[in-house]
């Protein structure tokens, strides 16, 4: 099973980024909870947004609520992280990942599967 997450770059404060998460098995993302997390240098790994199932259920983290949106196609088995209003406190490496059940959770424990990251820096 692979996760790849892409849309990451360079982007001035205030600007936006779309990130995606696309799996490489259907049954994975079709059936599963999603999430997006983020690591800075230094930093634990935290969790941003994540999205049920149906998508019909989402959390997001205190610091990005209002700013970033999760949603999700099932129909392209992907995942999507609008990044709006972007701080340089955004800057990190951002990680898909598929949960292991069917409900959104910003526990990084019920992840099971994780892509490979995509770098997000922000510019003051």
């Known amino acids: 099973v692979q996760l790849q997450a892409s849309g990451g770059g360079l982007v001035q404060a205030g600007g936006s980024l779309r990130l995606s998460c696309a799996a490489s098995k259907r049954t994975v993302i079709s059936n599963n909870g999603m999430g997006w997390f983020r690591q800075a240098p230094g930093k634990d790994r935290e969790a941003v947004a994540s999205?049920?199932?149906?998508?019909?259920?989402?959390q997001y983290s205190d610091s990005v609520k209002g700013r970033f949106t999760i949603s999700r196609d099932r129909a392209e088995n992907t995942v999507y992280l609008q990044m709006n209003n972007l701080e340089p406190e955004d800057t990190a490496v951002y990680y898909c990942?598929?949960?292991?059940?069917?409900?959104?959770?910003?526990?990084?424990?019920?992840?099971?599967?994780w892509g490979q990251g995509t770098q997000v820096t922000v510019s003051s």
């Open positions: 999205i049920s199932w149906n998508g019909g259920g989402t």
């Open positions: 990942a598929a949960a292991r059940g069917a409900m959104h959770t910003m526990r990084l424990d019920q992840y099971r599967y």
